[in-house]
């Protein structure tokens, strides 16, 4: 490579000692986090310290404090709390208190304090860092530390990160344990549907978030709930009768259930709590309805952390640590957080501060939380037909492709925006396949109730690109006057859709709006960060990792070699690998050789001679076409004979998951909503002298997460950017990843910090790699 990394140069702790702390209520994650800043304060030589029992471990100091190997954090990665304990603690709030913290902080020359907490527990370490020099001169004047010790030590840094199930801090999309937390309530909602719908029952679910209706919001829409209730949308004057009239309607459609969701801290316009309670007593007064009420209480910060937050919160971890090594005396502190898949430092007090002035107004409303609640309004309630447009347009949907976790909400929400927009909605069965037969109904609202929490594909779905039955299709699609299409799928739909815009000279039936919407577990669709199934894949994939994990550690020594799908892609095996904490991850983008596999196995050789007697290597199903799952299992275990034995699994279909992850349930929604209405503006402007004619590029689009944002992009341009022999995206962002897993596993890998911040990988561990400059 050309240029030399300023890694070691720039970012070296050696003489550095940085100490992590969990304060305020546990989440889901924090385990992740801990480990993530232990590992790279370790990896660049700095010493690493818990900090047990939150600030009040600080101010006690004695075993409270103590300094930590890399072993301490091994298999903390799928613990659900905070195994070095959290605590609210009173003595810190009093300056006795920090300066007895202070004094415990010098004496093991911990000068950089990692905080993973709420708004409280960060607003608290600011104030500790302000109060810094005076407190060292206190005590110099005290005779406990020497003026030398005060000069040594002379500022403190201070790095956050926000653990916190509500999602309620300003500046980060997501917040550690959001995600799990919403899998905790989405499990219960599930289980409660299938009671529910047996008895024709109206249950009431109260959830956390006292002034952040977040998790009511997303799961309120991730389940397709009839009302809900958050603290930043107080109902209108009459709600009462609102709502009865809306279970009532829903009765009449012979819908069995209805679901009420209750944020804890919900109230009406009047400023008056709306309790569970209250509103289960007012189902039964007014409708006579068989309701029960579900607290879930603390279950939402229970479990499992969920695959997102185990990877957002080791990516937190190392740049967190990037971040203090960093730091000078003029640098704020400041809180390590994520906008769209980038990892971004924002100054703590200035997120603090904009919390507190938003709750004091109560619009606390993000971009994503008002486009949630949008949403839900959107899809929920079905105004009376009299109420709806009329545009005799017809809009067909179908799947395309592999079954994916989602599709049937992203199915759902384009039938109901449809209806909503004035459209008739067809739906196709069996892809283009079914097309070309002509298996194609009209759809209507409630046709599609219940869908969101379905997995795989309720339309039924093929790989058949249209290629062959051009003739057939555009032969239905003038029979049924179809005046635009939504295919829902992963890499073949967008190139069904490239087809069908290559078809338009010969057919004028395929000159409509078309939209592409990416539905794949590999993740594979370029144009796209994400694609809808991927986090329900993961989660599976890395579910059944911890439980092979699991199985390991009764039997010394053994390494298990796992094989996850996704075709060429190794987006599943690499965020796989980071979420379960695998020690080696074989992907077709990062080429490798029997060097390679070679130090790997040496690795594993050295790790087992540590209090860790376990390995997990994760190999993508087509990485390499010779060193085969059955090569690397072979491999494996001729070299380590005598030191560790093997297994081998090959995970198959069950990636495909079952019931959808909140994730994608609310993201194939939500995109889905977003096509919708593009595909009406569409129709829109192509409709001249009573028909519409689009065949210009920007008429057919793919909708994918770009960072933050959902961009249209016309399927035409996105041609550049693809590898259609390997059917996938030239670039893709996860790959900057890879050094992390490497590190966080123990890898002599290393890191570049660019002038943006971000991470770039500069050293390879094979010099065919080196040569190629590849990624």
């Not at 939380?369 to 545009?391: C, G, I, R, V």
């Not at 550049?720 to 390997?726: G, N, Q």
Request: glycine share 10%; aromatic share 8%.
């Amino acid at each position: 490579m050309d240029h030399q990394p300023k890694f070691f140069e720039n970012l070296s702790g050696t003489g550095k000692a940085i100490g992590v702390l969990t304060s305020g209520g546990d989440a889901q994650g924090m385990n992740a986090a801990v480990r993530a800043v232990v590992r790279m304060g370790i990896y660049v030589k700095a010493k690493v310290y818990f900090v047990y029992e939150g600030y009040q471990g600080m101010v006690d100091g004695g075993d409270n404090i103590v300094e930590v190997s890399w072993e301490s954090v091994s298999s903390i990665l799928q613990v659900g709390g905070t195994v070095i304990g959290s605590a609210r603690c009173k003595s810190f709030r009093t300056r006795e208190g920090r300066l007895q913290a202070a004094y415990n902080l010098v004496q093991r020359g911990i000068t950089n304090l990692c905080v993973i907490g709420g708004d409280g527990s960060l607003t608290g370490a600011n104030l500790f860092r302000e109060e810094w020099s005076g407190l060292l001169e206190e005590l110099a004047q005290k005779g406990k530390i020497d003026e030398e010790a005060v000069k040594k030590y002379a500022y403190l840094n201070i790095v956050g990160m926000v653990g916190s199930i509500d999602n309620d801090f300003c500046g980060t999309d997501m917040t550690i344990g959001t995600d799990s937390a919403l899998h905790r309530i989405i499990e219960v909602v599930d289980a409660i549907m299938t009671t529910a719908q047996s008895h024709q029952r109206t249950f009431v679910l109260e959830v956390m978030g006292r002034h952040c209706g977040y998790l009511a919001l997303v799961s309120a829409l991730a389940c397709g709930a009839d009302w809900v209730f958050i603290p930043e949308y107080p109902p209108e004057e009459g709600w009462e009768d609102s709502m009865c009239v809306k279970l009532s309607e829903n009765r009449a459609r012979k819908k069995r259930l209805n679901i009420i969701i209750v944020a804890e801290g919900a109230i009406d316009c009047h400023n008056k709590p709306i309790t569970s309670e209250k509103v289960k007593d007012l189902v039964v007064q007014r409708l006579g309805f068989d309701t029960r009420v579900t607290i879930l209480g603390h279950v939402q910060r229970g479990g499992t952390p969920s695959a997102f937050d185990r990877i957002l919160a080791s990516r937190m971890g190392v740049e967190a640590v990037l971040a203090l090594l960093e730091a000078t005396p003029a640098t704020p502190a400041c809180v390590v957080s994520l906008s769209g898949n980038q990892a971004v430092r924002l100054p703590l007090m200035e997120c603090v501060q904009m919390f507190t002035i938003l709750l004091m107004l109560v619009t606390y409303l993000f971009r994503s939380f008002e486009n949630n609640l949008n949403t839900y309004k959107l899809l929920s309630h079905k105004k009376p037909d009299a109420e709806l447009p009329k545009t005799n347009f017809n809009v067909a949907v179908l799947n395309v492709g592999a079954p994916a976790a989602g599709m049937n909400a992203a199915v759902r929400a384009a039938v109901r925006v449809g209806i909503t927009e004035g459209h008739k909605m067809f739906a196709v069965i069996d892809g283009f396949e079914g097309f070309a037969r002509g298996k194609i109904k009209e759809i209507s609202w409630g046709d599609v109730g219940g869908w969101t929490g379905q997995g795989g594909s309720i339309l039924g779905t093929k790989r058949t690109l249209p290629a062959k039955y051009l003739e057939k299709i555009a032969d239905q699609m003038r029979t049924n006057n179809i005046n635009a299409l939504m295919v829902i799928g992963g890499f073949e739909a967008y190139e069904s859709c490239l087809q069908l815009h290559e078809a338009r000279s010969r057919f004028e039936e395929f000159c409509v709006p078309i939209c592409v919407l990416p539905a794949t577990i590999s993740n594979n669709v370029p144009g796209t960060d994400f694609s809808i199934g991927a986090d329900t894949a993961l989660n599976a994939i890395v579910e059944t990792c911890d439980r092979i994990k699991q199985s390991a550690s009764g039997t010394k020594r053994r390494v298990f070699i796992i094989e996850t799908m996704g075709g060429y892609c190794g987006y599943l095996a690499n965020m796989g690998a980071l979420a379960a904490g695998a020690d080696a991850a074989y992907i077709f983008e990062e080429q490798f050789d029997i060097r390679e596999l070679q130090a790997n196995v040496e690795h594993l050789t050295e790790k087992m001679k540590t209090s860790i007697q376990r390995g997990l290597v994760l190999r993508n199903e087509n990485c390499n076409e010779n060193y085969t799952t059955d090569f690397i299992y072979q491999l494996y275990s001729e070299e380590g004979k005598g030191v560790f034995d093997c297994r081998k699994n090959v995970l198959g279909h069950m990636q495909q998951g079952g019931a959808p992850s909140p994730f994608d349930r609310n993201f194939g929604t939500k995109i889905s909503a977003k096509a919708m209405q593009w595909i009406s503006k569409k129709l829109k402007e192509t409709y001249r002298k009573g028909k519409v004619f689009a065949n210009t590029d920007d008429s057919v689009c793919l909708l994918g997460m770009r960072r933050r944002n959902l961009v249209f992009q016309p399927v035409a341009e996105l041609k550049t950017e693809t590898d259609f022999v390997h059917r996938i995206p030239k670039e893709q962002w996860w790959l900057k990843l890879r050094p992390l897993m490497k590190i966080l596993a123990k890898y002599k890998t290393s890191y570049d910090v660019s002038d943006s911040g971000q991470l770039e990988h500069v050293a390879m561990h094979s010099p065919k790699e080196a040569e190629t400059g590849a990624i």
